[in-house]
């Protein structure tokens, strides 16, 4: 059974920074594509960051770029999302997704796992 559980979630002061983890099971996450997405109140859910299939490449969206970074370790079938600099606007629920193609899609519906999401909350 496939299952991606995320963690690293919790309240931080605008700047600040948090490691998201998300572990797999039951699949292994190299031979996947890693998607971070990000779901504020009342928002659409939007891709933050995603990794191909054997680091074949990364992307980032625009208001990510330069303060957010994914990485993974094979060995504990995990994959990070290093978040630097948080915002308010950073607030949300956040999603890891795999895409058994191993390249990277822009839409949430191109992904077919997720995890149920680890809460982030930039606040003062």
């Known amino acids: 059974q496939v299952q991606l559980v995320e963690s690293g979630g919790g309240l931080v002061q605008p700047g600040g920074s948090l490691r998201l983890s998300c572990t797999a099971s039951g699949l292994t996450l190299k031979y996947y594509a890693v998607g971070w997405f990000h779901q504020a109140p009342g928002k659409e859910r939007e891709r933050v960051s995603c990794i191909s299939a054997s680091n074949g490449g990364t992307y980032f969206a625009d208001s990510a770029k330069g303060r957010f970074t994914i990485s993974g370790d094979n060995a504990k079938n995990t994959m990070y999302l290093q978040m630097n600099d948080l915002k308010s606007e950073d607030t949300g629920v956040y999603y890891c997704?795999?895409?058994?193609?191993?390249?990277?899609?822009?839409?949430?519906?191109?992904?077919?796992?997720w995890g149920r999401g680890t809460q982030v909350t930039v606040s003062t």
């Open positions: 997704a795999t895409d058994m193609t191993g390249v990277c899609g822009d839409l949430p519906s191109a992904f077919q796992s």
